[in-house]
């Protein structure tokens, strides 16, 4: 298999093969033929220009206009007038400084004159005129006869030496052609190596990355597509490492989150078989958290499945009308515990009904998982805000936090999967990351607008987008 700096090369020389063939044809294959066609047209156009000068202006009215077109085109211009079928008067024009054709060479004038009464044509032409050791000549010409006047007209021009032009381009473009291939060598050569080594430095840092080298970046500086194609390989290098690293983090969380629970779960089994088995106050308080860490395994568990279905696409909004505000009030009375024991403070802003279309169920995860961000990064004043706007074709959440706020660059990054913006630990280890990419996948597929605002210092601001009225089936 050729590669394709062969076929570069090959390309490149292969067109520069067919310039230099299609110039040899034309300069030294066609040149004659092109010139002795170009000739005949011109003589044939000058002879029937000068017919009708005479017809127009008579035989020696029309001299001066016959010796300028013999002096601008190098013609002989020979005018013959017949008297009862015989000649009378002969008039000829030529350049300056030239001989007279038809008289230094009689044998012209006769051939013109036999193959005029041979004819049956007006005009006639012939390259056919020459004498020994002498250039050729091209004629044209034509006999008139009318009620005025009865008279020949010959025009004739000598040829250029064209095959001394043939061979002196024929010399020049054997040196010529020499050139060009070696220069079409050369060039070739540069043009394919510069446009495959990028390809192979792509192609090699791609093994690489295959071979789990995912810090591996190509250098090429050229603004071109092939520059192009290099800052999108190094991009996606880069996402592919971010992904694996947030996906080493997230199997280190869930690890981490998994193991707390199931060691508490048999911690506190073990103590109820061995110790306050018998004893129904310890008992029932260990059986509780045991229920309580059982959920947030099963919690851990919804999330992963969750977000591997969605990113799958394997979920299908089960569209219905309900209302929204209802819900937000449903949900934020479920904190009521954590408002207790806890001293967070959860306010809710919101119309009296909201009427809303979309999956109820998959809406009240996203306020259940915008929620619980909030919870865990609020401030210290524990304090969460929930706010419902109510607009013409569309509802608005808004779920407002106290917290440190989000850095500006972090803020397109805390909707990727396995993603966490921060290091310390929250007041339940943070989760595993998946909350805010499992709203992202939700709300994308409801086609449903959402974001966030953040301030350093001052807290964070999610909000989300849900339609009014019936949903686009055609976006399903």
């Given at each position: 298999?050729?590669s394709?700096?062969h076929?570069l090369?090959l390309a490149i020389?292969?067109?520069t093969a067919?310039v ?12 004659e ?6 000739k005949?047209?011109e ?7 000068v017919?009708?000068i ?10 001066a206009d016959?010796k300028?077109?013999?002096?601008d085109?190098?013609y002989?211009?020979?005018?013959t007038?017949?008297?009862n079928g ?6 000829t024009?030529?350049?300056v400084?030239?001989?007279n054709?038809?008289?230094t ?6 051939g013109m ?14 390259d056919n ?10 004629v044209?010409?034509?006999?008139q006869n009318s009620s ?17 032009a043939?061979?002196t ?6 040196w010529?052609?020499?050139v ?5 060598t050369?060039s ?6 510069s ?8 192609s090699a840092?791609a093994q690489e ?11 090429i500086?050229?603004?071109?597509e ?6 999108d390989?190094?991009?996606m ?9 947030l996906q ?6 869930v690890?981490?989150d ?6 508490m ?6 103590t ?7 004893i129904?106050?310890?008992r029932d308080?260990?059986l509780?958290?045991?229920i309580?860490e059982?959920n ?24 219905s009308?309900f ?6 009030r ?6 009521d515990l ?11 802003t919101?119309?009296?009904k909201?009427?809303?279309y979309?999956?109820?169920l998959k809406?009240?995860q ?6 619980n961000n ?5 401030g210290?004043?524990?304090?969460v805000?929930v706010v419902?706007e ?8 808004k ?5 440190v706020g989000?850095e ?6 805390i ?6 913006p921060?290091?310390k630990k ?8 998946l909350g ?8 994308q597929?409801h ?7 953040s301030t ?19 976006q399903i």
């Amino acid at each position: 298999m050729k590669s394709i700096k062969h076929k570069l090369w090959l390309a490149i020389f292969g067109m520069t093969a067919l310039v230099i063939v299609a110039i040899w044809i034309c300069q030294v294959v066609l040149l004659e033929q092109t010139y002795m066609a170009e000739k005949k047209t011109e003589i044939m156009d000058s002879t029937k220009t000068v017919v009708s000068i005479i017809n127009d202006k008579g035989v020696l009215l029309a001299a001066a206009d016959l010796k300028e077109i013999a002096a601008d085109n190098n013609y002989c211009i020979e005018v013959t007038e017949y008297l009862n079928g015989a000649p009378s008067q002969r008039m000829t024009m030529q350049p300056v400084g030239s001989r007279n054709i038809l008289d230094t060479n009689e044998g012209v004038r006769l051939g013109m004159l036999q193959l005029l009464e041979q004819s049956s044509q007006e005009y006639v032409f012939s390259d056919n005129l020459q004498a020994a050791h002498e250039p050729r000549y091209y004629v044209g010409a034509s006999y008139q006869n009318s009620s005025q006047s009865e008279y020949i007209v010959m025009v004739a021009s000598e040829l250029a030496p064209v095959q001394e032009a043939v061979s002196t381009i024929r010399m020049q473009l054997i040196w010529i052609t020499a050139v060009l291939l070696l220069v079409a060598t050369i060039s070739s050569f540069v043009i394919a190596r510069s446009l495959t080594k990028p390809i192979l430095q792509v192609s090699a840092a791609a093994q690489e990355i295959a071979k789990g080298n995912l810090n591996t970046y190509v250098d090429i500086r050229s603004k071109d597509e092939l520059g192009r194609l290099g800052n999108d390989f190094n991009a996606m290098s880069k996402e592919i490492s971010k992904a694996n690293s947030l996906q080493r983090e997230l199997i280190a969380n869930v690890s981490h989150d998994i193991r707390t629970p199931l060691t508490m779960i048999k911690g506190y089994a073990e103590t109820i078989k061995d110790l306050t088995g018998d004893i129904k106050e310890k008992r029932d308080a260990q059986l509780d958290i045991i229920i309580d860490e059982s959920n947030r395994l099963n919690g851990l568990v919804n999330d992963i499945l969750d977000l591997s279905k969605l990113q799958a696409g394997q979920i299908t909004p089960e569209y219905s009308q309900f209302d929204l505000a209802a819900k937000l009030r449903d949900i934020i009375h479920r904190y009521d515990l954590l408002t207790t024991n806890e001293g967070y403070q959860f306010t809710l802003t919101a119309p009296a009904k909201v009427m809303v279309y979309a999956d109820e169920l998959k809406i009240e995860q996203v306020i259940y998982n915008l929620v619980n961000n909030a919870t865990n990064h609020t401030g210290p004043d524990k304090k969460v805000f929930v706010v419902l706007e109510d607009e013409p074709n569309r509802a608005v959440v808004k779920v407002i936090d106290t917290g440190v706020g989000i850095e500006k660059e972090y803020l397109p990054l805390i909707w990727d999967r396995y993603y966490k913006p921060y290091k310390k630990k929250d007041r339940k280890g943070m989760g595993t990351g998946l909350g805010l990419s499992i709203v992202k996948g939700i709300l994308q597929m409801h086609h449903f607008n959402f974001g966030v605002t953040s301030t350093k210092g001052q807290g964070s601001t999610f909000w989300f987008e849900v339609k009014k009225g019936e949903a686009d089936t055609s976006q399903i």
